[in-house]
């Protein structure tokens, strides 16, 4: 998904079985505050045109009706919406919530043109990863718009405002936006005056990480967390042991316990024995990427889950 769910996609396929127990608490439940009831489809501010990121504008005469999304964010965003129901075709990652592996794989890196033009789809939402298939889309006659993943936490509800106003599900939309600012607000509001850790997140054990400026990396400067990748040049930069260690992270943050990683076999690494995460016992894995490293509805969860890693004290377990 500056994309961050291509880069996380590409590390998962390098994903093994989890051995560790989980450190970090899920959430107790889904929320129920993730999914707004539907309302009857708006059409009062139809015709409507939108401008994708790449400053594009789509003319639409009506709410679209048979949607086909390349993102599982976005699939994740039009669920909660109410507008679940207008996805025929969605890429090979969505598969939240369950009504979404039921529908057709049109590929995720490799889109299937073929298959997608059979859905005949009256939108593509398209994101950074198959941006390169747009003139494609565009010869073969098939609306689309560009949504790129958003870089903050502010980003992410602005693509929820704008897939509710291209689907009219507007009021849904504020809704929802108001329901993830209230738990957002919710967790920074308990975190003033303090002063947070140092924080190594990892992606891989190829010791990529998040920069600040990604949602994540956004999410963990809203935790008052000292980012060990500050000041990278690029948004998930690959960190050497050096760095990492001169860092001395009071925090790691496993994101990459599918590939085999756990608090054992970051502790056994060559140089880490002096790093603090590693003598206070402070390494932690992620039990749940999904709701951490997808930028949509329940990216709230996330923040909320992050929140009790960082600060069991604060936060205690629902």
Known sequence: MRFLTF??????MLA????????????????????????????????????GDDGRTLALERPPQRIVSLSPGHTETL???GAGDLLVGVDDFSDYPPAAQRLPRVGYSNV?????????????????????IIPELERLGLPNLFLSEAQNLDGILDRVHRLGEMTGRQAEAEALVAQMRQRIDAVTARLEGVAGPTVFYELSPQLHTIAPETFIGDMLARLKAKNVAAGAASPFPQLSQEQIVAGNPEVVLLGDVEAGESPATVAARPGWQDVRAVRTGRILPIPNRDIV????????EGLEMLARALYPERFPPP
């Open 79 to 81: 669920f909660a919406l």
């Open 293 to 300: 490293h997808r930028p949509g509805p329940r990216v709230v």
């Open 112 to 132: 299937d043109l073929e298959r997608t033009v059979a859905l005949s789809p009256d939108l593509v939402l398209v994101v950074t990863r198959q941006q390169r």
């Open 7 to 12: 880069i996380l996609v590409a590390l998962a």
């Open 16 to 51: 093994g079985a989890c051995t560790a127990p989980p450190a970090v608490a899920p959430p107790a439940s889904p929320s129920p505050t993730m999914t707004v009831p539907p309302s009857p489809v708006a059409a009062s501010g139809f015709p409507l045109t939108v401008t």
